[in-house]
């Protein structure tokens, strides 16, 4: 704001994100009055963490409050994990952590001092009324908030419930790290999250599945209750001392996310504008880095509406960036009971990096003795071989590394008939010298109509296979070592449509084909061609379009077949319940829809080499209600693997044109995760793994045995040597062809 211009602003809620937010405003020259409905002492829960970067943004912003906070803290740097009666530490984290109640007694202070007016039990008039007398309303009422209710029509909000159900409880003693303990117990697995907040007090997080807290009672226990037996059940981390709560409860878990943190004068703050899953860190602390984002765009914009934009478009990428990690460690807890029987220091590991911000390569900075462990664990040979360039045998075939360039359409056939040609031998050619174990092919389509676009490739003629074997020839010449996979597949009702540049999706404008599928439903209603569901003879020659084209893949030489049932192509349009509505024996239940893909398979594998291997990539979800769930993606994987699947490619979505789906880095790996736990057979993980320091945390986790790389090889062919060289990796699992060794280092840059 303009020097001088001093508002009226209005906090509803006296939490710590709406006392910082007055305090900050009040030292910029604002009248600040927070409305709270709860007595001065009155607090839920115990203990808050607060992050460096967060205290760092304090110190810049307030050095009052930072001196006041730092005279208080309890610091420590270790994890304990307890996993099966055994106790593995990881160092090096840096956490720091003090009372709730002692956190707003400073910021009770600093009000004061600052002349912010505080009004302790008294519920603040609506947010329209405040709106109407103040120049600023700041709705810091946390996750039941009244004025994100009253105003839902313009905030948007959408709250979703996990599954699980915790209660905050406290020891009056300090733990000596953050501790994660799990209890095997007759009802099921049950967690305890716990860390120190002073010199003689502990935070006690008690959480399990729904399932498990209905089994064991829980639901009728009062807090008193609740807490005598949580301390029986957690007995030895706790040292055999109680447990109290502070009207504590079981609680679901709510994430909030709103459209909108803004309306008129009205503005979003703390858990009223977004939640983020405590097994992250402190809703506290996304609340008070608000404050002072907030505090920064009132002092640098020209007046309220300006400053509420810049405040919101400063804040979202961080937000949405921790929900995202919120989120995905929210699952692996609600999914623990998946992760038990691995070995204790991969447990602890994946642990460790369950919401993929701490990292392989973070984690071995933070502890390297640790980490060397769990990768001694995992196979690495030595020190100087990350876990992504040990080898992994599949049949007969033995790939050097854990690194896949991922199947990519190109649209680039020759003459519209097919045929592979020079561009699909320098693309596969380049990757493959590359340094990946494995180059996919596209999508190669079984027959003419089996096409996606006029510029998709077959297998289909003699011709075709002839120039497939040039390609096969070329890589095992000239990149010995490297394994080309291909993948066979049929478009179904996705089939006829322009290359993705053209219009993805979008119809020929002429020269179509005619569509067939599982059902007569259009990919688009109202854009996309009606196919004709395929009748009994129709399968019995598909079958065998598939199992020619297999035939002729074997004779090009190359050394992995995939079947692709994913994407909404022919076979994945059987598997799903949205695009299989037959009512005959390929219809119905998941072994009906099941049928004739695994028909496909048999005939495959029946001709594909013994000794050679074969996957199949499924979409684990179709990102749309209704569609596959988690448990048909495991049924649908573990009858593959049944049926002799090698290992299960695990994708998502494409399968329904209104989809969707939850984007975000390695976002797909949960899917390959759940299948890989439940059924132990080997998975490939898709979908934004685009760094070398994913894959190596993929596969320590044991989250993945191969990792399917493919935006990334577009942008750099060699990016799987290039990982090998930013990791000082010179060994056999990613060897330089000859003729590129001299340029194995990276180029110098810049005049030094």
């Not at 009512?583 to 695994?598: H, I, K, Q, T, W």
């Amino acid at each position: 704001m303009p020097a001088g211009s001093a508002l009226r602003v209005a906090v509803v809620g006296g939490g710590p994100g709406g006392l910082y937010a007055a305090a900050l405003l009040a030292r910029q020259g604002h009248t600040a009055e927070v409305w709270e409905r709860g007595a001065p002492e009155d607090t839920f829960g115990f203990g808050v963490v607060l992050s460096d970067e967060t205290l760092g943004g304090i110190e810049q912003a307030d050095t009052a409050v930072y001196a006041a906070l730092g005279a208080e803290f309890v610091r420590w740097d270790d994890i304990d994990i307890v996993h099966r009666g055994r106790l593995l530490t990881s160092g090096g984290h840096g956490f720091a952590a003090l009372g709730r109640r002692r956190l707003l007694e400073i910021l009770h202070e600093r009000c004061a001092g600052l002349g912010v007016r505080l009004r302790f039990r008294t519920p603040a008039p609506p947010a329209a009324v405040l709106a109407a007398s103040y120049d600023l309303v700041v709705a810091a009422d946390g996750v039941h908030s009244a004025t994100r209710q009253s105003g839902a029509a313009h905030f948007r909000p959408t709250l979703t419930s996990g599954h699980c159900r915790y209660i905050w409880l406290a020891a009056d003693f300090a733990f000596d790290a953050f501790r994660f303990e799990i209890a095997e117990t007759e009802h099921g697995v049950m967690q305890l999250h716990a860390y120190p907040y002073s010199a003689d007090a502990s935070t006690v997080i008690v959480e399990m599945h729904e399932t498990v807290w209905r089994a064991a009672g829980f639901d009728l226990c009062d807090e008193a209750e609740s807490a005598a037996r949580c301390a029986k059940i957690f007995g030895e981390a706790l040292r055999g001392r109680p447990l109290h709560g502070n009207r504590s409860a079981w609680t679901e878990f709510r994430t909030v996310v709103n459209e909108r943190w803004s309306h008129g004068n009205v503005v979003l703050l703390g858990d009223a504008a977004h939640t983020a899953h405590f097994s992250i860190g402190s809703g506290t602390k996304l609340a008070v880095e608000d404050a002072l984002a907030l505090a920064e765009a009132m002092e640098a914009e020209p007046d309220v509406p300006a400053a509420l934009a810049a405040y919101e478009a400063a804040r979202r990428p961080a937000v949405a960036s921790t929900q995202r990690a919120a989120a995905a460690s929210m699952r692996w807890f609600e999914e623990i009971a998946g992760y038990v029987d691995q070995p204790a220091r991969q447990f602890a590991f994946n642990l460790l990096t369950r919401s993929r911000r701490v990292t392989h390569d973070n984690l071995r900075l933070r502890d390297e003795r640790f980490t060397r462990a769990v990768e001694r664990d995992f196979g690495c040979p030595d020190e100087h071989t990350p876990p992504m360039f040990t080898p992994l045998k599949l049949r007969g075939l033995t790939l050097r590394n854990r690194v896949v360039v991922s199947p990519m359409d190109m649209y680039c056939a020759q003459d519209d008939d097919g045929m592979p040609g020079d561009f699909h031998l320098v693309h596969l050619g380049a990757r493959a010298l590359g340094g990946a174990a494995l180059v996919m092919t596209e999508m190669v389509c079984v027959s003419p109509e089996g096409r996606i676009t006029p510029g998709c490739t077959g297998l289909y003629t003699a011709e075709q296979a002839a120039a497939w074997t040039r390609i096969a020839d070329f890589v095992h010449t000239s990149a010995p070592g490297t394994a080309l996979g291909v993948q066979l597949g049929h478009s179904g009702r996705k089939g006829s449509t322009r290359r993705m540049w053209e219009g993805m999706d979008d119809p020929l404008p002429e020269g179509n084909w005619p569509l067939v599928a599982a059902s007569e439903l259009p990919y688009r209603p109202g854009v996309s061609a009606v196919p004709r569901a395929l009748t009994a003879a129709d399968l019995a020659s598909i079958r065998s379009d598939f199992a020619a084209a297999a035939v002729r893949a074997a004779g090009c030489g190359f050394d992995l077949l995939e079947l692709h049932c994913a994407h909404g192509y022919l076979l994945s349009g059987f598997l799903s319940p949205l695009t299989n509505h037959r009512s005959d024996a390929y219809g119905g239940p998941l072994e009906n829809r099941l049928r004739f893909p695994l028909e496909v398979f048999d005939a495959v594998r029946a001709v594909w080499p013994a000794d050679r291997p074969m996957t199949v990539r499924i979409s684990a979800t179709d990102w749309a209600p209704g569609g596959t769930s988690a448990q048909d993606a495991v049924d649908i994987a573990a009858a593959f693997a049944a049926h002799g699947a090698d290992a299960i490619d695990v994708s998502t979505g494409q399968v329904v044109a209104d989809e969707r789906p939850e984007y975000g880095r390695s976002y797909q790996t949960p899917y390959a995760d759940r299948i890989r736990g439940a059924l132990g057979v080997p998975v490939i993980a898709v979908g934004a793994v685009s760094s070398w320091d994913d894959v190596n945390s993929l596969l320590l986790a044991g989250r993945a045995d191969l990792c399917a790389v493919g935006r990334p090889h577009l942008y750099d062919p060699h990016w799987t040597l290039h990982a090998a060289a930013d990791q000082s990796y010179e060994g056999p699992a990613a060897p330089w062809p000859a003729p590129y060794r001299a340029g194995s280092r990276k180029p110098p840059t810049g005049r030094g």
